[in-house]
């Protein structure tokens, strides 16, 4: 092999290494903004859901008709403790098998299993289209109808 050709194949595989190397730094820039944006719109979920549970007046004007204010604030405030725990998941901080166990925690509550009564549904289709967000509705679901059906038994 002459000397030209094989500077020219090393500055070639330079090239491509680059390349490839390139394109994997920008699909991981990509993916650590999608990140980023995801946190800052749960941080303004999160603090809106903060002023909605601890301000009557401000609650009273997204009340659903026919619900009293009170009530509302409390489920407000349990989904504020699922979409933290939704946050949680979607930055990868929830070890994998390990969402079941969270999500049945959340469920030993009253609170939340109203709030999952009354809104669970809403989520779902909330949901529709997102993988990562269908699982982690699916899985608090179970939680709910599991904790629902061990009650009777206890009893």
């Not at 092999?1 to 330079?14: D, E, P, Q, S």
């Not at 993916?31 to 995801?38: M, Y």
């Not at 993988?131 to 109808?145: P, S």
């Given at each position: 092999?002459?000397?030209?050709?094989?500077?020219?194949?090393?500055?070639?595989?330079?090239a491509f290494t680059t390349a490839v190397v390139g394109a994997a730094r920008l699909k991981q820039d990509?993916?650590?903004?999608?990140?980023?944006?995801?946190?800052?719109?749960?941080?303004?979920?999160?603090?809106w859901l903060a002023q909605m549970s601890t301000t009557p007046d401000l609650t009273k004007l997204w009340t659903p008709e026919g619900m009293d204010v009170e009530e509302y604030m409390q489920l407000?405030?349990?989904?504020?403790?699922i979409c933290m725990l939704s946050l949680r998941d979607r930055l990868g901080f929830v070890r994998f098998g390990h969402l079941p166990w969270y999500a049945?925690?959340?469920m030993e509550s009253d609170v939340c299993r109203r709030y999952w009564r009354r809104f669970g549904d809403l989520r779902a289709q909330e949901a529709e289209g997102d993988?990562?967000?269908?699982?982690?509705?699916?899985?608090?679901?179970?939680?709910?109808?599991n904790h629902s059906q061990a009650r009777p038994a206890a009893a």
């Open positions: 092999m002459k000397l030209t050709t094989a500077v020219l194949a090393a500055g070639t595989a330079v990509a993916r650590h903004q999608t990140e980023r944006n995801e946190a800052v719109l749960a941080r303004n979920q999160l603090d407000l405030k349990a989904n504020q403790l049945a925690q959340l993988e990562r967000a269908e699982h982690f509705t699916r899985v608090l679901d179970k939680a709910a109808k």
